[in-house]
């Protein structure tokens, strides 16, 4: 059987699918007997609207429906949320601040007014470039110091490592909580994908939705992302976007291929999360392989 997504909403896709595809546009907005709805930003103002939303659409759908949305920070989170809202929900301030040296980032960089007060109210959660960067450097800090042999350099940069890993577990826990909230039960993220330079110019440039090009850093954020989205058991997530990985081109925009290599590491993240989701299978596969 097929899943078939809709969405109900008159948003920008509604409308090129409407051009494109008339004969079937007029069902995609109004089938009730869909599988599953996707959900965007802009028809949802806020937290409960959405959640008002989410209850109606299951109201008028004969059969049980799954609910889901992009969210994989920065600004490709189709959630309206607030910051005081996420913090209520359990996100460390920690991970805020982090936004905040992204959007003001960006703006130097762009030679903009810094507006990051207003920029992270509306959009709370840090890229999942943002968040690959400041990883990054806590390993090379690491590195460094094994490379010194420096014992209490070492044990400072394993503690941060780890600190770091355990806000983006509370990261993704808190995601979860707001899914609960609101009705959503799959989350479209996170991207697991490599890229070959995330330095873009841009904000939600292709690069900014990756964790980096670092096999370590997208796998350990990977995994502790998923580790905190898991601890609901009610929100599930469908990582992304398999086969992109050193895309030469943004494939949402343009038709694009990518060579993936067995040494080049790309699908290695993939392998990790799936292995962490089950560790007890996992264990249990190689022990029979043993025997």
């Given amino acids: 059987k097929l899943l078939i997504g809709t969405t109900p909403y008159s948003n920008e896709w509604y409308q090129v699918v409407s051009k494109r595809f008339p004969q079937i546009a007029s069902y995609l907005r109004s089938n009730t007997n869909t599988g599953l709805v996707h959900l ?117 940069a394993e503690e941060a490592v780890e600190h770091f890993k355990v806000l983006v577990e509370s990261y993704g826990e808190t995601v979860a909580k707001i899914c609960e909230h609101i009705g959503v039960n799959v989350v479209f993220g996170p991207n697991l994908d490599m890229v070959k330079n995330v330095d873009g110019d841009l904000p939600d440039e292709k690069q900014d939705r990756s964790f980096g090009s670092n096999y370590k850093v997208v796998s350990d954020l990977a995994v502790s992302y998923l580790k905190g989205l898991g601890k609901s058991g009610k929100v599930f997530p469908v990582v992304k976007h398999f086969g992109n990985s050193f895309a030469q081109s943004d494939s949402h925009t343009t038709i694009t291929e990518s060579l993936t290599t067995k040494g080049d590491g790309s699908l290695l993240p993939y392998r990790d999360a799936i292995n962490a989701s089950s560790p007890e299978e996992r264990e249990q596969f190689f022990l029979q392989k043993k025997g």
């Avoid at 007014?113 to 509306?122: C, L, M, R, S």
Wanted: net charge positive; aromatic share 6%.
């Fill in 40 to 156: 965007y930003r802009g028809e949802m103002p806020n937290l409960e609207s959405a959640k008002r939303s989410v209850e109606e659409i299951r109201k008028r759908s004969v059969r049980p429906v799954l609910v889901s949305a992009d969210l994989e920070g920065g600004n490709v989170n189709h959630l309206v949320v607030t910051k005081d809202e996420v913090v209520n929900f359990g996100l460390p301030k920690e991970v805020i601040k982090m936004r905040q040296d992204e959007v003001e980032f960006y703006a130097t960089k762009a030679g903009r007014e810094v507006k990051a007060k207003t920029e992270v109210e509306e959009r709370p959660f840090p890229s999942q470039e943002w968040l690959g960067r400041e990883y990054g450097k806590l390993l090379t800090a690491l590195k460094k110091a094994q490379t010194k042999k420096d014992e209490d350099e070492i044990k400072k």
